[in-house]
């Protein structure tokens, strides 16, 4: 596997063992639906968090959550609206961003709440 998929790896984990310890429940990990892949589905009391996870290396070229663009915001949408159609799921709908950065000492790690509306 080539290094960055790796880190990509690691920061998915890392992002899933932190919305844990923030009292989440994970549903789902990197749920695929047509073109769009959810990397964390998680619920907290009665919100359904639908978390995109970024990590990088590096921040010479923007911070991880600048790299969520607009086409992948229509794809998790779409996936979303499958996601809770599926479940037959009532609850509040949250996009958040886990922006994650690979430093010389370990992980600085941003969680962005409501990071973008789907309107």
Avoid: C
């Avoid at 063992?17 to 047509?34: A, C, M, P, R, S």
């Avoid at 992948?72 to 979303?80: F, S, W």
Wanted: net charge negative; no cysteine; glycine share 4%.
């Amino acid at each position: 596997m080539a290094q960055h998929n790796e880190l990509g790896k690691q920061g998915e984990q890392i992002a899933v063992d932190f919305l844990q310890q923030k009292g989440y429940e994970i549903l789902q990990t990197n749920w695929v639906y047509q073109k769009a892949e959810v990397d964390i589905i998680a619920k907290k009391e009665h919100v359904l968090a639908v978390v995109e996870v970024k990590t990088r290396s590096s921040l010479e070229f923007g911070l991880p959550q600048d790299f969520v663009k607009p086409k992948k915001i229509q794809l998790l949408v779409k996936a979303v609206d499958a996601f809770v159609t599926s479940k037959n799921l009532d609850l509040e709908v949250r996009f958040d961003i886990i922006a994650i950065h690979k430093n010389a000492t370990g992980f600085n790690i941003e969680h962005i709440e409501d990071a973008f509306h789907y309107f």
